[in-house]
């Protein structure tokens, strides 16, 4: 009787060590798909700027270029606030619904909404260094899954972002700042007293509000990636001395 509990016992054992490996490789298999697909778009939207610059001379009028393809890449990347909530990667929630909703605000409430400010240089600042780090850090997740990393990949995923964050925050800021004229003249997004929901809502203040977030989002968020790059890069060097 005890044998039979045991094999028994065995038997459940393998068929739950049989579920893990392929729920982990599906997962393997979504992550990587979604990877390659997320560097090709980021690729696509590179080589489309590349393109206009070359053959118009000027950056006015590329927003509206890469619009659509900027807009559905930006929007897809919700799946990674899924990824985290789910733990299929091992993330902070918080951490990256903050970056994803940032960028999908200002794509889809700023520079989408707000034609005016579209052919201003800090949309463009903030695209290039958005399309840089983004086609960085896509190549490094791949490659990862891949178990084939090349190093300099690796060292651009936890060095690039050392300027280019602050750069990417800049040319944010201050798409936003020239958005604020366009906003308080149109009162767009804005809801004005008395209305039968008796709710008030300004958008102009919103957007100084959303600029002074920056002010402790922004440390939390890079100092992160720091402690993130001293564990990955730091702790190499580490084993490699003690080897």
Known sequence: MASTEEDGGSVEEKENN?????????????????????????LVLAMTMMRFYIQKGTHKGLYKSIARTLKFFQTVALLEVVHCAIGIVRTSVIVTGVQVCSR???????????????????????????????????????????????????????????VMYPIGVVGELMTVYAALPYVRK??????????KYNVSFDYYYFLIIVMLSYIPLFPQLYFHMLRQRRKVLLGEIIVEKDE
């Open 18 to 42: 049989n579920r893990k490996r392929t729920k982990s490789a599906v997962t393997v298999a979504w992550l990587t798909f979604y990877n390659i697909a997320m560097t090709a778009g980021w």
């Open 104 to 162: 999908i605000f200002m794509v889809w409430f700023i520079t989408n909404s707000i034609k005016q400010i579209q052919n201003e240089e800090s949309v463009i600042l903030f695209l290039v260094v958005w399309t840089v780090t983004e086609i960085t850090r896509y190549s490094f997740y791949t490659f990862n899954l891949l178990n084939h990393l090349p190093y300099f990949i690796k060292w651009a995923r936890y060095n690039m972002f050392i």
């Open 186 to 195: 149109t009162g767009m997004l804005s809801t004005r007293l008395p209305n």
